[in-house]
């Protein structure tokens, strides 16, 4: 079956300041990643997701990039601010159920 | 604004007694997932359904617990009998087919003393 792997597991970066967050994958097969953000006492959230026929996608200060052939992903979040503090789940999929990442903590700091 | 809607919010039991968790996948879904979140083990994927019929419940401890769909507006899972190791969040999480986006409920936390 599908694993994958996320790091960091915890990320601290100063207001402004970018955050990449990356995962990789096993299974060639996978052509689909999405990444959900979770707030504390909330469920997560989809905030971007990604095709495996696109290479890289932008939605205003974040933006995810896929290589197929070394089977990883990453998650970029520019000129970060107080509220994108939370947990970042990767996640993978090939037409059957969402394998998930460990998630990583990000914490942006004044 | 469409939204997967689960109860309780809340729960704290005792250890023996029996727990059902529901919930409401948003309307034209036909996935239903149960995931568990704990500290230590992360989201993992207990069970799920497409079209009302049972896919996957592998991640499901088969003695205590169980998950059905009696129509396509329910989903339920059931532990009987809880123990303290259950306490967790259990997410509820729907979409459409498989290997598309999923959109998670706000959780039921369980807390089994």
């Known amino acids: 079956g599908e694993n994958v792997e996320q790091h960091p597991s915890t990320l601290s970066v100063q207001e402004g300041d970018s955050a990449v967050i990356k995962c990789t994958y096993s299974?060639?097969?996978?052509?689909?990643f999405p990444w959900y953000k979770q707030e504390l006492g909330k469920g997560p959230q989809l905030i971007i997701d990604i095709r495996s026929n696109v290479g890289e996608k932008k939605d205003q200060r974040i933006a995810v990039t896929l290589n197929k052939t070394a089977k990883h992903f990453s998650l970029h979040i520019t000129e970060t601010q107080p509220e994108d503090s939370a947990v970042y789940f990767c996640?993978?999929?090939?037409?059957?159920?969402?394998?998930f990442g460990t998630g990583t903590r990000l914490q942006v700091t004044l | 604004d469409a939204r997967v809607t689960q109860t309780p919010r809340h729960k704290v039991t005792e250890m023996g007694q029996e727990v059902t968790m529901r919930c409401q996948p948003i309307?034209?879904?036909?996935?239903v997932f149960w995931y568990r979140q704990t500290m230590m083990q992360g989201l993992e994927l207990l069970a799920y359904f497409r079209n009302r019929a049972p896919l996957d419940d592998s991640g499901m401890p088969k003695d205590r617990f169980s998950a059905e769909m009696p129509d396509a507006t329910l989903a339920t899972l059931k532990i009987q009998p809880s123990e303290p190791r259950d306490s967790a969040v259990y997410f509820c999480?729907?979409?459409?087919?498989?290997?598309?986006?999923?959109?998670f409920g706000e959780g039921s936390w369980l807390t089994v003393v």
């Open positions: 996640a993978a999929s090939q037409g059957s159920k969402l394998t």
């Open positions: 309307l034209g879904h036909n996935t």
């Open positions: 999480a729907s979409g459409w087919n498989m290997g598309n986006t999923i959109y």
């Open positions: 299974d060639s097969a996978s052509n689909y």
